[in-house]
Nanobody, 122 residues
Framework: QVQLVESGGGLVQAGGSLRLSCAASGRSFSSYSMAWFRQAPGKEREFVARISWNGGSTSYGDSVKGRFTISRDNSKNTGSLQMNSLKPEDTAVYYC???????????????WGQGTQVTVSS
């Protein structure tokens, strides 16, 4: 079983940066793909980024490509999302997820964190 806890959210001005962290418990984390999703009020959950179990493969949603970077450190059971050039439309609750199949859709992830709020002011 894997438990995930996000941190690092907050309030930032447009153009600024934030780094989200995902701390995982459980020995299986290093064998799982990891992803970040986000959900804004009144909107569906949106894929942000994913990384394969060994960090060798990454992919990003079109709205964040070139601005966000996903990474992981299996020796520390952690994952991160570096967010640069933030825009007001990036405002959402950000969720860390882990799963064996690691696609860009939320049903492929079996473990989820509680989420962390990111608010970008204009």
């Amino acid at each position: 079983q894997v438990q995930l806890v996000e941190s690092g959210g907050g309030l930032v001005q447009a153009g600024g940066s934030l780094r989200l962290s995902c701390a995982a418990s459980g020995r299986s984390f290093s064998s799982y793909s990891m992803a970040w999703f986000r959900q804004a009020p009144g909107k569906e959950r949106e894929f942000v980024a994913r990384i394969s179990w060994n960090g060798g493969s990454t992919s990003y949603g079109d709205s964040v490509k070139g601005r966000f970077t996903i990474s992981r450190d299996n020796s520390k059971n952690t994952g991160s999302l570096q967010m640069n050039s933030l825009k007001p439309e990036d405002t959402a609750v950000y969720y860390c997820a882990a799963g064996r199949f690691g696609t860009t859709t939320s049903p492929s992830y079996s473990h989820w964190g509680q989420g962390t709020q990111v608010t970008v002011s204009s």
